[in-house]
C-alpha cells in the first residue's frame, strides 16, 4: 500500500530560523512527488513536483530535494508569511490521483 | 492565468438533503479530480476523469456521484447528506501530471 508520512506534524520556528520538512513516502513506481502549500480554508497551492531522485528545486526562500526514500523542503530564513500546512503527495505507478500526508503545520513567529 | 473555479464557495444543508458541487478545470487539462478534505484532515481522493470519462475511484460512498460534461466542467452529486459529510471539498486538474492545480474549495456544513 503506499504510504506518505511526514515529519514533523507541527513546527514553530523564529523569523530567521532555518528548518526542514520531510517527507518519506513508500510508493510502487513513483511517477512524482507533489508539494503544496495549504492556508486554512484555501485550497492547496502548488509549490514544487520532483520526478526522479537527486533532483532540486528552489522558489524564493523553499528549496526541495528528492531521493529514492524521501523529500525534505528546505526554509531558508523564514518570513512569518511562510506559516502554513505543508502538504507532500505522490503520484504512485500508473495513477494520475494525489496520496497526501498528513501535513506539517508551520508558525513562524515574527 | 486560468484556474480552477469552484462553486458554490460554501453550501449549507440539512440532514437528508442532496448537494451539487460545480468545477470548471483549466482549459485544455485532460483529468478532474475530487477530493474531501475533513478537518485537521489531508485531503482525500474520491473520484476522477480523464477526458470526460471516470478513470478511478477512491473512497467515495455510494451516497455521491460525479460526472464530467462536453463542456469538460464536473459536478459532484452527494445525496441523504449526513453530519459527517462536512468538509472541504476541492476539485483539481492536470495535463497528464503536469500543472496539477486545484481550486478554492466548497465549504460544505451538515446540519
Known amino acids: 500500500e503506499d504510504q506518505v508520512t511526514q515529519s514533523p506534524e507541527a513546527l514553530r520556528l523564529q523569523e530567521g530560523e532555518s528548518s526542514s520538512l520531510n517527507c518519506s513516502y513508500t510508493?510502487?513506481?513513483?511517477?512524482?512527488l507533489f508539494w503544496y502549500r495549504q492556508d486554512p480554508g484555501k485550497g492547496p497551492e502548488f509549490l514544487f513536483t520532483l520526478y526522479s531522485a537527486g533532483e532540486e528545486k528552489e522558489k524564493e526562500r523553499l528549496k526541495a530535494t528528492l531521493t529514492k526514500k524521501e523529500s525534505f523542503l528546505h526554509i531558508t530564513a523564514p518570513k512569518p508569511e511562510d506559516s502554513a500546512t505543508y502538504l507532500c503527495a505522490v503520484v504512485p505507478g500508473s495513477a494520475r490521483q494525489l496520496t497526501f500526508g498528513s501535513g506539517t503545520q508551520l508558525t513562524v513567529l515574527p | 492565468a486560468a484556474g480552477v473555479i469552484q462553486s458554490p464557495r460554501h453550501l449549507i444543508k440539512e440532514k437528508r438533503e442532496t448537494a451539487t458541487l460545480k468545477c470548471y478545470p483549466i482549459?485544455?487539462?485532460?483529468?478532474v479530480y475530487w477530493y474531501q478534505q475533513g478537518p485537521g484532515q489531508d485531503p482525500q481522493f474520491l473520484i476522477s476523469f480523464y477526458e470526460k470519462m471516470q478513470s478511478d475511484k477512491g473512497s467515495i460512498p455510494d451516497r455521491f456521484s460525479a460526472q464530467q460534461f462536453s463542456d469538460y466542467h464536473s459536478e459532484l452529486n452527494m445525496s441523504s447528506l449526513e453530519l459527517g459529510d462536512s468538509a472541504l471539498y476541492f476539485c483539481?486538474?492536470?495535463?497528464?501530471?503536469?500543472?496539477?492545480?486545484f481550486g478554492s474549495g466548497t465549504r460544505l456544513t451538515v446540519v
Open positions: 483539481a486538474s492536470s495535463l497528464e501530471i503536469y500543472g496539477y492545480t
Open positions: 482549459p485544455r487539462h485532460d483529468t
Open positions: 510508493v510502487s513506481g513513483l511517477r512524482g
